[in-house]
């Protein structure tokens, strides 16, 4: 199957850092994504994962774990506008065949 | 750059009605698709496309068709609509290289009574 876990929610304070996991079926994988939705909007890219180790961009940092089948975002000093869900897709194949996980809907407090 | 766009943004269907729902890019991206979402399901592939004539089943292709005569256009037909249909439908697209990036455009929520 192409199962893909993230948790469904998670809450943070502002100005902390908020690790968002995401476990995916290792076989026949090309390329992992991270993408932020606000309510009512459509998902923006943030990142793309496709060799083991951590990418970085600015406040944001995605890791991954080709053996495992791990992949997580990080994000830094949390401000209330990340409140967003975010989502873990994977590249199932060649071209452009994405299978997203159901999202972790993040709230950021004060 | 417009990026991609859609149409229309929102539609009311009744039972049985058929329609096309837009889809364009002007980036020039080799790759588009077609998700729906739906609330605790999140996003699933309908079809995808890798270039101009060249189409693709996705995860829930059943009662759309798409075609791809150009680089720039990929419109999602409903056959038939029925209410299971009710949804958000996002197009996207990205080149075939670099580093993945994928631009969705604004969706089109659809109502199927």
């Known amino acids: 199957g192409q199962n893909i876990d993230q948790p469904t929610e998670m809450t943070a304070t502002e100005g902390a850092i908020v690790q968002i996991n995401c476990t995916y079926q290792?076989?026949?994988?090309?390329?992992l994504f991270w993408y932020q939705q606000h309510a009512g909007e459509a998902p923006t890219f943030l990142s793309y994962n496709v060799l083991d180790g951590l990418e970085e961009k600015g406040r944001f940092s995605s890791f991954l774990s080709r053996s495992k089948g791990y992949s997580y975002l990080l994000l830094k000093e949390l401000q209330m506008k990340d409140s967003a869900s975010y989502l873990c897709a994977r590249n199932t194949g060649g071209g452009n065949k994405l299978t997203f996980g159901t999202g972790t809907q993040l709230k950021v407090e004060l | 750059n417009a990026g991609v766009t859609q149409t229309p943004k929102f539609q009311v269907l009744k039972t049985g009605q058929s329609m096309t729902l837009q889809c364009a890019q002007d980036?020039?991206?080799?790759?588009m698709s077609w998700y729906r979402q739906d609330p605790g399901m999140g996003l699933r592939l309908i079809h995808y496309?890798?270039?101009?004539?060249?189409?693709d089943q996705g995860e829930v292709p059943n009662g759309y068709n798409v075609s791809r005569s150009t680089t720039e256009d990929f419109p999602l037909r409903l056959l038939s609509a029925a209410p299971s249909q009710t949804s958000v439908y996002f197009c996207?697209?990205?080149?075939?290289?670099?580093?993945?990036?994928?631009?969705f455009g604004p969706g089109t929520r659809l109502t199927v009574t």
């Open positions: 980036m020039n991206h080799e790759y």
């Open positions: 996207a697209s990205r080149s075939s290289g670099g580093a993945g990036e994928q631009y």
């Open positions: 496309s890798v270039g101009a004539g060249i189409t």
């Open positions: 290792t076989s026949g994988f090309n390329g």
